[in-house]
């Protein structure tokens, strides 16, 4: 078997514009970039404990976002094997030197399974993800919403003192769609290949639009002032760690009682949610089907809500 021995992985937030940068990075005629990919890293535990290759087989063939990669799984190889195995047949199909995939939680993981690997971390505005993660559902306000984003900056602080200064690069989203050109260089360079226009084609080839600057920033204009005070009172420290600019609205500090107060709120708001997406019967279906083990049931019902799941996405 050919191992990977040096992918890049592309690793932020979600909803913080991994895919717009995928997608550049995947139609460049040199490099083979894979969709997200937390399957790689999402069943190993912090202990560093791999899960055996039958329990991962297993959970493989119910997971939405490895069914779209479209890979093979070769039952001779065991786990470390077949995770590199996978970057392997993406290289393979689609005859390019360059390999990498998006990875938004537990990246840091990654480095027990690719010592040498480099890494692209893409981080965007985090009051701006909070408010795309609620719109996606994903959370009931934005203040849990606001949990994605920091979770993946958390865990990128963890990683980057970890690695070589030559093994990683940073992109802001917000310069990436200001100046989509010099900064795809920034990366070629970064990866030793020259740039391509070609980078640009996935405009014609998929559903997404060109990079728009509009998209910036949309907090200043369409986020209340008081969920702005209730981000910056939760994310404040790393924005500014990241070179974004704090309101003029007076800081606040959240009791206790109200962070609480918040969280059940937000579960209230998902659960109406998947209710609205996905109908009374189909939900109860998915909770008590996984209550209560009824593992083939569960199965069936998981792959009803992915095919919901996949007509709304973009």
Known sequence: MTLVDTPVFLVGSVRSGTTLLRLMLDHHPEIAFNLESEYLVSQISND?????????RAWLKNDRVFQHSRFSIDERLDFVELVNDFLHQKRSRDKKATVGATVHRQFRKLRW????????HIYRDGRDVANSVMRMGWAGNLYVAA?????AEREWDQLCPMLSKDDWIEIRYEDLVASPRLHLERICTFLGVEYSERMFDYISETS?????????????????KADVQRLEEKLGGTLLSRGYRLSQYPRI?????????LYLQSRAG??????????IVLTLCEAFS???GFTRFHQRTIRRVNQIVDSTLK
């Not at 399974?113 to 692209?120: C, M, Q, V």
């Not at 949990?147 to 979770?151: A, G, H, N, V």
């Not at 997404?208 to 209340?224: I, N």
């Not at 500090?253 to 107060?261: A, Q």
């Open 253 to 261: 500090s959240i009791s206790g009682v109200e962070r609480r107060y």
């Open 270 to 279: 998902t659960i109406r949610f998947r209710l609205r997406r996905y109908g």
């Open 290 to 292: 996984r209550r209560l």
């Open 147 to 151: 949990d994605e984003w920091l979770e």
């Open 208 to 224: 997404y639009e060109s990079p728009r600057v509009d998209l910036s920033y949309q907090w200043k204009t369409h986020m209340r």
């Open 113 to 120: 399974l690719w010592p040498r690997a480099r890494y692209i």
């Open 48 to 56: 560093r404990t791999y899960p055996t290759i039958e329990q991962y």
